[in-house]
């Protein structure tokens, strides 16, 4: 699939059938909804598009996450939840048997996952595992990731739910299963085999649950949801609410770029247009412009960049400049990246 934006001239939730929502950062904030999220989804089912909320955090069972989307407004069951824990059990599959010990170091979600999976869950690296799956869980200490850290030195397969290294929260950014994933990699030196976004696992077994057709991934992370929508080669919708901005998409290496823009999930209910390159130079995307002289990024109307104007024409501000950048960086030529500015779309 082409590393540039797309265009869909009719709404993404009439073009693509599934969308595999992320959740933290996308739909809520911690425990706080995002705006726009709840009527987006909404509108987008109403057009006929389904939705697989895919999360990176294996804490939660599936019904919890569907309860908590329930709560604020988006009606949701189990069976509309894909988790980094399921994924992870998945994994696991893949090399061992059923009933192989396997020590959980996790949350409620991740230990569902792993004994629905057919194996024996055990708690102490003396009950000699032949694998150690870890994933985030608030209330994990350092009596855990101690076991983990006996159970791998002793040769237990690593297996980690996902590599986030933060997660967002109401009150801003905390640890994520990465970074305590990493305690355990620092004590033992081994490199643990990640089930979770940017590897393309969950997007698979999420298509292959409904029977998708044309999935869209949507998500607000760069390298874990987009990332893993090049990976497994399926379109993916960048939303601006969460841990990537929009500077962040003008600088984005090829493997983590979207081949949407939008505001937030309201973005799913109008057509996108990609921006294309004038002779004059100049990339256009509505009426905004953006163009590369001698590594340095230009826009028009810059005012745009600081928040003026429409979200809409911020967006396609942030489109264009896409398109002058990438092409720019794809054709070998460097961009200064003290020239790209911060490029907020909402007024908030």
């Not at 990699?185 to 643990?192: L, S």
């Not at 987009?226 to 962040?248: E, I, M, Q």
């Not at 826009?299 to 720019?328: K, M």
């Not at 054709?331 to 990246?337: E, F, K, L, R, W």
Request: aromatic share 4%; hydrophobic share 45%; proline share 6%.
């Amino acid at each position: 699939m082409s590393g540039t934006l797309l265009g869909c001239d009719v709404p993404l939730a009439e073009r693509y059938d599934v969308a595999l929502v992320d959740l933290d950062g996308v739909t809520y904030r911690g425990h706080e909804p995002i705006d726009g999220a709840a009527s987006g989804i909404a509108r987008a089912r109403a057009l006929g598009m389904r939705m697989v909320f895919v999360t990176n955090n294996a804490s939660r069972e599936p019904e919890s996450v569907a309860g908590q989307l329930t709560g604020l407004g988006i009606p949701a069951d189990g069976s509309d939840v894909m988790t980094a824990a399921q994924a992870a059990a998945s994994l696991l599959t893949s090399r061992l048997s059923p009933g192989q010990k396997v020590l959980v170091v996790g949350g409620a979600g991740l230990v569902t996952a792993v004994r629905a999976a057919g194996f024996e869950i055990v708690t102490s690296a003396d009950d000699e595992p032949v694998a150690v799956v870890q994933g985030f869980a608030p209330e994990l200490g350092w009596v855990n990731l101690a076991e983990a850290a006996y159970a791998v030195e002793r040769g237990a397969w690593f297996v980690a739910s996902n590599l986030d290294l933060s997660l967002p929260t109401a009150r801003g950014f905390a640890p994520g299963n990465g970074a305590l994933v990493g305690a355990v990699q620092a004590a033992t030196g081994i490199v643990p085999d990640s089930a979770g976004k940017p590897a393309p696992t969950m997007y698979q077994l999420a298509i292959a649950r409904v029977g998708a057709r044309a999935p869209l991934v949507v998500g607000d992370r760069l390298d874990t949801d987009l990332a893993g929508a090049r990976a497994g080669d399926f379109p993916g919708l960048h939303v601006l609410t969460g841990v990537s901005s929009a500077r962040d998409d003008i600088l984005a290496v090829p493997a983590e770029r979207p081949h949407f823009i939008g505001a937030d999930l309201r973005s799913l209910l109008v057509p996108h247009e990609a921006p294309a390159r004038e002779g004059d130079g100049w990339w256009r995307c509505g009426g905004a412009a953006a163009r590369v002289v001698g590594g340095v990024l230009q826009l028009h109307p810059a005012s745009q960049s600081e928040g003026g104007g429409t979200v809409e024409a911020r967006v396609d501000l942030v489109r264009a400049a896409c398109g002058a950048a990438w092409s720019t960086v794809d054709a070998g030529i460097a961009i200064d990246p003290d020239s790209v500015p911060e490029m907020p779309v909402h007024s908030d």
